[in-house]
């Protein structure tokens, strides 16, 4: 009876040791290993949807830039207005804030001027005091609420590229400040910041590309021609 009970004892105290400690260090590193895949994977997936997202808006307010200068809205008074552009500079000037603005190039007359006539008078200070081209003077306007618009507060930067289709001579992609759409036809123009114009080929095509943690997406505006296309591309790692 005392040898049964012994043996009983033993397997009831033998049951109630618990984990070893190998036992508790194995499952913590495979709880570690798992934790790692998986914010790995939400790492890359969060880089992915900001850097898309900021593409994303960037080329929606290029497309809307291009549709106004198409659709050329001139309000009661107004000059003519020679096209609608983008503004780069706050967007490799800053290193804090990646910013643009869209913005609307007038005239200095009521009536009709041709685009390649006004290039030499392309002026780069805004008029701060107006939204519409009713001063009289050549000069860029503000689109309504389109002001340094941000795209992205930390963590992205910006560069740009510019590839020759037709035309293997190099230029200097930096110098590209400012983008117009020529008003009716649509047809880009580039500017730099001085507000000089760069006379490009007929068919061209620059990159305008956000990157984060050794990711890039692109929004390419292309000149084939007499048509400017807009391109958004693939990410690249």
């Given amino acids: ?3 049964a009970l012994s043996k009983k004892t033993k397997i009831l105290g033998k049951n109630n040791d618990g984990y070893t400690l190998i036992e508790l260090l194995v ?6 290993a798992l934790f790692l895949v998986s914010w790995a994977g939400f790492y890359g997936l969060n880089t992915t949807m900001r850097l898309r997202q900021a593409s994303e808006n960037m080329k929606s307010d290029i497309v809307y830039a291009q549709r106004a200068a198409m659709l050329l809205k001139r309000d009661v008074g107004e000059n003519w207005v020679s096209g609608i552009g983008i503004d780069l500079r706050d967007m490799y000037n800053n290193d804090d804030d990646l910013r ?3 913005f609307k190039w007038c005239s200095s007359s009521p009536n009709y001027v041709d685009f390649e006539d006004n290039i030499p008078n392309f002026p ?3 008029n701060t005091g107006s939204d519409a081209c009713i001063t009289g003077s050549n000069e860029l306007v503000v689109l309504p609420n389109k002001k340094n618009i941000l795209v992205s507060s930390s963590g992205m930067g910006f560069r740009k590229g510019r590839d020759g289709l037709s035309d293997s001579t190099d230029r200097d992609a930096d110098a ?3 983008i117009v759409f020529e008003s009716v036809t649509g047809i880009p123009h580039f500017f730099d910041e001085g507000g000089g ?6 068919d061209v ?3 305008l590309l956000l990157n984060i943690r050794n990711r890039t997406n692109g929004v390419y505006v292309e000149k084939a021609g ?3 296309l807009l391109l958004n591309f693939e990410f690249e790692d």
């Fill in 1 to 3: 009876m005392a040898t």
């Fill in 27 to 32: 499952v913590m590193a495979i709880i570690s």
């Fill in 100 to 102: 643009y603005t869209l």
């Fill in 124 to 126: 780069e200070d805004y």
């Fill in 176 to 178: 590209l400040a400012f």
């Fill in 197 to 202: 114009y760069i006379s490009e080929p007929s």
């Fill in 205 to 207: 095509e620059y990159e």
């Fill in 226 to 228: 007499d048509v400017g």
